[in-house]
């Protein structure tokens, strides 16, 4: 049985994934992933870009919408990096606390059709909540993700693929395993500044 991939993320991109979730706390931020996919030489995805995207509706705090100005930004943002190496990987966003009440960094339904409509390969969900008082250190957990806080926020960072159950056909989620090192040694460094 062959080993599921790896996503190794670049310190750059995992910094501005994190202040781009930061950046709108309470509200759900949206972005693109962007990087390599895995080939016969390497069995992980490369993570080079998170590039947020301003699509929110600011009278809406519980989900990023799509507007037909925002698909049209988006069709013509894709046509744009499909002239680059990169590859569009799938998106991230963001499951702020609401009114108190920390959400799941889960797929929820919505997050899985929409994945299977739009054939990407990864999704990343990034929990955030407030923090009230000390600090916690950024490390990789069991289950593949990364935790830590950052200002008075604790943050929860999991990606997500689909893959095919030959039993019955149907898709499953899968949680992959970040590898992200730098960004961890960089932000704890952080944690000494603050």
């Not at 080939?39 to 509706?57: H, M, Q």
């Not at 929409?114 to 069991?142: C, Q, T």
Request: overall charge positive; proline content about 4%.
């Amino acid at each position: 049985m062959k080993m599921p991939p790896t996503v190794h993320i670049r310190k750059e991109a995992f910094i501005s994934l994190i202040f781009s979730v930061v950046d709108i706390f309470k509200k759900e931020s949206f972005g693109f992933v962007l990087g390599y996919r895995p080939n016969k030489r390497r069995n992980y995805f490369l993570v080079t870009e998170f590039v947020p995207f301003a699509n929110r509706n600011e009278k809406q705090f519980t989900g990023a919408t799509w507007t037909r100005r925002t698909k049209q930004r988006f069709q013509r943002f894709q046509e744009l990096i499909s002239q680059l190496r990169l590859k569009y990987l799938g998106d991230f966003h963001s499951h702020p606390e609401f009114g108190g009440m920390i959400c799941s960094t889960g797929l929820s339904d919505h997050d899985k059709a929409y994945m299977i409509k739009n054939g990407y390969d990864l999704e990343f969900i990034v929990g955030i909540s407030s923090r009230r008082r000390g600090k916690a250190v950024w490390e990789s957990m069991p289950d593949g993700s990364i935790k830590g806080s950052y200002d008075q926020f604790n943050i929860e960072v999991h990606v997500y693929t689909l893959v095919l159950r030959e039993e019955d056909k149907d898709t499953e989620q899968e949680r992959l395993q970040i590898v992200a090192p730098e960004a961890i040694k960089t932000l704890n460094r952080m944690h000494l500044r603050q």
